[in-house]
């Protein structure tokens, strides 16, 4: 139990790495809020609040921070590959990859620091 009295969010929860990491989150006494755009697959965690949601949209995460309110710990799981190499990929591919790979945890991180940094665990850069 050791992360009891901590409050986490882990997005991609619904399967493979996030689901893992919000399973063991949940075993180890979090209080986990799973975030997925897959709500099929959210419908099957237990021991934790769900939550739908498409990282890649502003509305979508400022809707999940006034659910989950500031937390503890920040598990920034949503990733995509598009399968070929790049003679395969064109714009649309590779700016939907940059969305979901770059600029959602650009965005997440934004809305979490805040909180993160009154609550000390993270050295703010008004200090510096
Ligand atoms: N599996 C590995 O061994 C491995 C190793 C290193 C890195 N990675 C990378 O880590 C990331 C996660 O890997 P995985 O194997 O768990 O992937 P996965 O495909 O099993 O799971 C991805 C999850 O993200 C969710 N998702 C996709 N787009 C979303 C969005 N816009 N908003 C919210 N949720 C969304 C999907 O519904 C799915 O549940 C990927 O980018 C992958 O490339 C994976």
Known sequence: MKLKGKKALVTAAGQGIGRA???????????????????????TL????T???DVTKKEDINNLYESTGGVDILFNGVGFVHGGTILECDDD?????FEINVKSMFRISKKY??????????YSLKNI
Do not use: H, K, S
């Open 21 to 43: 990491t919000a399973e063991l989150f949940a075993e180890n006494g979090a209080e986990v809020y799973a975030c997925d755009i897959n709500q099929d697959t959210l419908n």
């Open 46 to 49: 237990n021991g934790m609040t």
């Open 51 to 53: 939550i739908r949601a």
């Open 93 to 97: 591919q590779w700016d939907e990859a």
């Open 113 to 122: 620091l805040p909180y993160m940094i009154d609550q000390n665990y993270i």
